[in-house]
């Protein structure tokens, strides 16, 4: 599954002074956490107001550690914490010339724009065209109109205003493009996510006279980088929810060779505090161990209410955004379960728990093949892999009391309807890809009915099959 929760879109009620609050617990909890040092960036964050760069429906949840949607294809403006992250390591101070690849909502390079004052100057680059007119709005409406905002692929970067000083790059790719080495000046820093294998890590680029030298920061997960110098999927084996951060959720959990040796307390925490009160759903999640289920590189993040690469492109969900949709399943001890989207089998695990049987679908035969090891390993006997396209279901096993599918399509393939019981509960993602709405359904007199939305998140599409709808992703 390529899932993470979005916040329910809803009108903004938050006053001003609140929103100053907020900003200013959020400054501290940066200074606390140690990724807050510079005290032109301190003052830069306690000065722009972010609510005002984020879409008035989502605008309350402004000063949370959350991607929150933006317009344009899958666009989000970072967490919080994301640039810190990245400017403190630039060491961006007064006076320097910065360019932004990824302009998102703008906010960041308003934040950037504070740092470097009158005698810098910014400028930021965005790919596409909504999210372009978007954040160019925002700048110019909070009145950072000085700021130069590029409609253009920002891989090659912005030759009219080089050299640049420091350069953030907020998408990943396999290295600094050729371009953006070439606009730095000597003496200049750029930072990057750097595809490593199935990892992507925070580096940090500092151009001498005649070399170049590279400090990685930590482990992070973003979305490609898009135009020339784009990542092919064959070698880019990750895809983060967009701005997401992880380098927060370093656990120093240990991977383990048994499940049960270790209580995943802290996930069952963090379900609970996202809405979660099944005790059994709540109980699963603490019996589950997460780090049998995730690549050994990411093992330190396993206790973390993150998503997490597992490769081709996909990411294990995130728990809180999993819980919200096991929960809606209603599912009793004598159930059989198919699962649509098996990816290391994390998911699956969990329904294996509360479940009787579970038949869990993926369409990419290497995932199939390391859910089994992992499931097999962790001791959950009762929850069967198979390779296939997950619109036909599996229907030598139907009928199922519940089915849990875990990539978007605008609608419920037919083959899954049919499939399901009598009375039986199904949730699944329903939108094109990219910003849906989780529904849970109960089947009634043969026909599907909508029983409530659990909660907005980001899915990749379902693909393959006759319902066209776009392959799995996986959970």
Request: charged share 20%.
């Amino acid at each position: 599954m390529r899932g993470w929760t979005t916040p329910p879109p809803k009108p903004p009620t938050k006053t001003a002074s609140q929103f100053a609050v907020e900003r200013q617990l959020e400054v501290s909890a940066l200074e606390a956490q140690g990724l807050l040092v510079s005290a032109r960036l301190k003052a830069a964050l306690l000065v722009v107001p972010r609510e005002q760069f984020i879409p008035r429906e989502y605008r309350d949840y402004a000063y949370e550690e959350v991607p929150l949607p933006l317009p344009g294809s899958a666009a989000t403006i970072s967490c919080p914490h994301s640039y810190p992250l990245f400017y403190e390591p630039l060491g961006l101070d007064s006076g320097h010339r910065f360019l932004e690849v990824g302009t998102g909502s703008g906010y960041g390079a308003a934040v950037a724009r504070e740092v470097v004052g009158e005698t810098g100057h910014v400028t930021s680059i965005e790919i596409d065209p909504l999210t372009f007119e978007f954040a160019k709005r925002n700048l110019e409406r909070m009145g950072y109109d000085d700021v130069t905002v590029v409609l253009g692929d920002g891989g090659l970067g912005y030759a009219p205003q080089a050299p640049y000083d420091r350069i953030a790059i907020t998408a990943a790719c396999a290295d600094i493009p050729p371009p953006l080495i070439g606009q730095l000046a000597i003496g200049g820093r750029a930072i990057a996510p750097l595809f490593m294998g199935d990892r992507q890590e925070l580096t940090l680029v500092t151009r001498h006279a005649d070399s170049i030298e590279r400090r990685v920061i930590c482990d992070v997960l973003y979305i490609d980088l898009q135009g020339r110098y784009r990542v092919q999927p064959a070698a880019s084996p990750v895809l983060g929810a967009p701005g997401a951060s992880t380098v927060r959720a370093r656990a120093g959990a240990k991977r383990k060779a048994r499940r049960g040796e270790r209580e995943s307390t802290r996930l069952r925490d963090a379900v609970r505090r996202a809405g979660i009160h099944d005790a059994r759903v709540l109980e699963a999640f603490r019996r589950v161990d997460r780090t049998l289920f995730v690549p050994s590189a990411y093992a330190s993040l396993a206790e973390t209410d993150e998503p997490i690469p597992i490769g081709h492109e996909q990411v294990t969900s995130q728990p809180s955004l999993i819980g919200r949709m096991v929960e809606g399943l209603k599912l009793s001890r004598t159930d059989r379960v198919l699962e649509i989207g098996t990816g290391f089998g994390y998911q699956t695990a969990i329904l294996a728990t509360l479940a009787r049987e579970v038949y869990s679908m993926e369409i990419l035969p290497d995932l199939a093949e390391q859910a089994r090891s992992n499931l097999s390993g962790a001791g959950y006997p009762n929850a069967t892999v198979v390779v296939g396209d997950g619109n036909h279901g599996l229907p030598a096993h139907a009928p199922y009391q519940a089915i849990i599918v875990s990539a978007a399509a605008l609608t419920v393939p037919p083959a899954l309807v049919e499939q399901l019981d009598r009375d039986g509960r199904l949730v699944q993602p329903i939108g094109p890809g990219g910003d849906e709405r989780v529904i849970a359904f109960r089947k009634r007199n043969g026909k599907l009915i909508e029983e409530r939305v659990l909660t907005g998140a980001y899915f990749v599409p379902l693909v393959g099959g006759a319902h066209g709808e776009g392959g799995n992703a996986t959970g």
